[in-house]
Structure formats: C-alpha cells, structure tokens
C-alpha cells in the first residue's frame, strides 16, 4: 500500500512569510509525528498526534509553530513569520500502534524549507 | 545531550568489511529501533529490540542491548555499498510516552 507522504517536496521562502506543510499518513494508522532535522543532524521531535488530539507538542520551538490534524488522516504543520534557523528537512512519520513497545514509525520522504 | 547518542559519528570501510556502531542512552526505556537514512531524507525502520531483548537479527544486521549499560550496537555484516547511509538509533523513553528521542547517527561510508 502507500506509504507516508509529503508535500511539498522542496520549499524555499522568504523570511517573514507563512509556510504549511502536509502531511498524508499511512492509512489506518493512528499516530502521526512531526520532526525537524537540521543539516548533518539527528531528528528533534516536534509534536504527537494520537487520532486528531495532541497530547504532546512539547518539541514545538516557539508559538510560531502550530500543527493540526483533521480526519485522523492529513496534518498540517504551520510556520508562521519564518526565520532563517527554521531551515531543515520537516519529517512526518505514523504509526499503527499507539502503545510504545511497538511503536515502529514509517516516515515519508520529508519537505526541505529553506528561508532566505 | 541527547537521549541518543551514536558512536562512531562516521565510519568508512571497504565492502564486504563488518560496520559496528553504537548508540548510548539516558533513561530508562520501553524499546530502542534502529533507523536508516539515506541522502537526508526520510528514515527507514531497521529493527526494534524491546528492553526485555539482549540481541536481535534481521538479515545481515545484528542488534545487541545492554539496558546495565544503557547501550546499543548495531552491526551490519558483510557491508554492501548498497549500505552507505546515516544509521540513527531511537529510544522510546519510559517517561515519554510515545515519543521517539533520536540520536545525532553514524554516518557510514562503504567503498567498493
């Protein structure tokens, strides 16, 4: 079946803009997280969804970043007054098991943004 | 610091050499997955060891851990050139839900 994907693939906008990234789960699967990875580094968490609630978004960095998800299906990731620090791979994953002893994450192939 | 932490941060080996690397962690955990990455974009799942496991395989791929020690290694056996890539190990803290906490990745270069 179809995996995690993510639009848009590429995003390079000017500093001060808005930017949405999407996210289109793996069907069925419950769980979805956003991470950020920054050049040549590891992934930070950035927020959880269980269903269409958010019990944890304790990686958002600033009250610029807000997500949401609808359907328990597509998430948007929102970016609000983009600075340049916010350049990264944007990462989404799922997952079908909500429990973390089999908490496997499929991820998608991730949104580069770059901010000038 | 981060929950993970791998070691090496990069390793070069000719094919057909063994690739080890190691992965530290912090808290006391649910599992620890290994991921791969390859051009820096999304991760493939490798293996999940739980923390009641000491030592998994899945093909050429060896996973050991020692919650004493809190660490993990992953050996890959026989490399490929097929198998250069980021490998990252993720924990799932106990006290963090379902929150994967990610290490900084070995980056392993096999040369044909």
């Known amino acids: 079946g179809a995996g995690v994907s993510q639009s848009p693939s590429n995003k390079v906008t000017e500093k001060g803009k808005d930017v949405e990234l999407r996210c289109d789960p793996i069907s069925g699967h419950t769980a979805l997280y956003w991470y950020r990875q920054r050049l040549g580094q590891g992934l930070e968490f950035l927020i959880y969804f269980q269903g269409n609630s958010a019990p944890d978004k304790s990686g958002l960095p600033s009250d610029r970043f807000s997500a949401e998800r609808t359907g328990e299906s597509v998430s948007t990731l929102t970016i609000q007054r983009t600075q340049q620090e916010d350049s990264a791979v944007y990462l989404c994953?799922?997952?079908?098991?909500?429990?973390?002893?089999?908490?496997?994450?499929?991820f998608g192939p991730g949104t580069r943004l770059t901010v000038l | 610091s981060q929950q993970g932490e791998e070691d090496p941060q990069a390793l070069s080996i000719q094919e057909g050499e063994n690739a080890t690397m190691n992965c530290s962690y912090k808290?006391?955990?649910?599992?620890l997955q290994w991921y791969r990455q390859n051009s820096g974009r999304g991760l493939v799942h490798l293996i999940l060891?739980?923390?009641?496991?000491r030592e998994k395989h899945s093909g050429r791929l060896r996973v050991t851990l020692d919650t004493s020690k809190k660490s993990s290694s992953l050996l890959i056996t026989a490399s490929r050139a097929a198998d250069t890539a980021s490998y990252f190990c993720a924990t799932a803290p106990k006290a963090a839900g379902n929150k994967l906490t990610f290490g900084g990745g070995t980056r392993v270069l096999v040369k044909p």
């Open positions: 994953a799922s997952s079908s098991a909500p429990r973390t002893a089999y908490n496997e994450q499929f």
């Open positions: 060891i739980r923390s009641n496991e």
């Open positions: 808290t006391s955990i649910n599992n």
